[in-house]
């Protein structure tokens, strides 16, 4: 599925400019809060869904691959943490579903929660 479709889906906010790719294609996803949980389990993840606002989620998701950042709940990053994911190629969006919804959402939508 596009990202595009996903942030339609989401009614997501794209926070770090217009030179992202959102034509890009997202296969999988997961919903954590705990960062260790993220890399323990994100295998083969495309997006990652979460509440916590801290440079960490970056620096989480430049370790795993992830594609994209989602922060639920109308959670918003740092400038900092923008700059910091442009500079990674991390896209950032921002929904104001809670996570449960957002990630039952793409999951309805075809979206996988992939190998554990």
């Given at each position: 599925?596009?990202?595009?479709?996903?942030?339609?889906?989401?009614?997501?906010?794209?926070?770090?400019?217009?030179?992202?790719?959102?034509?890009?294609?997202?296969?999988?996803?997961?919903?954590?809060?705990?960062m260790?949980?993220?890399?323990?389990?994100?295998?083969?993840k495309?997006?990652?869904?979460?509440?916590?606002?801290?440079?960490?989620?970056?620096?989480?998701?430049?370790?795993?691959?992830?594609?994209?950042?989602?922060?639920?709940?109308?959670?918003?990053?740092?400038?900092?943490?923008?700059?910091?994911?442009?500079?990674?190629?991390?896209?950032?969006?921002?929904?104001?579903?809670?996570?449960?919804?957002?990630?039952?959402?793409l999951?309805?939508?075809?979206?996988?929660?992939?190998?554990?």
């Amino acid at each position: 599925m596009k990202l595009e479709k996903i942030g339609q889906i989401l009614d997501a906010e794209l926070l770090n400019g217009e030179n992202c790719n959102i034509d890009i294609e997202v296969y999988t996803a997961c919903g954590s809060d705990l960062m260790s949980d993220v890399i323990s389990y994100g295998h083969e993840k495309d997006v990652l869904l979460t509440g916590l606002v801290n440079p960490q989620v970056i620096r989480t998701a430049e370790m795993m691959d992830i594609k994209v950042i989602i922060f639920v709940r109308g959670k918003r990053p740092t400038e900092c943490m923008i700059n910091l994911a442009s500079e990674k190629g991390i896209i950032l969006m921002s929904t104001k579903h809670p996570m449960f919804t957002a990630c039952g959402k793409l999951y309805s939508a075809g979206v996988s929660g992939g190998s554990v």
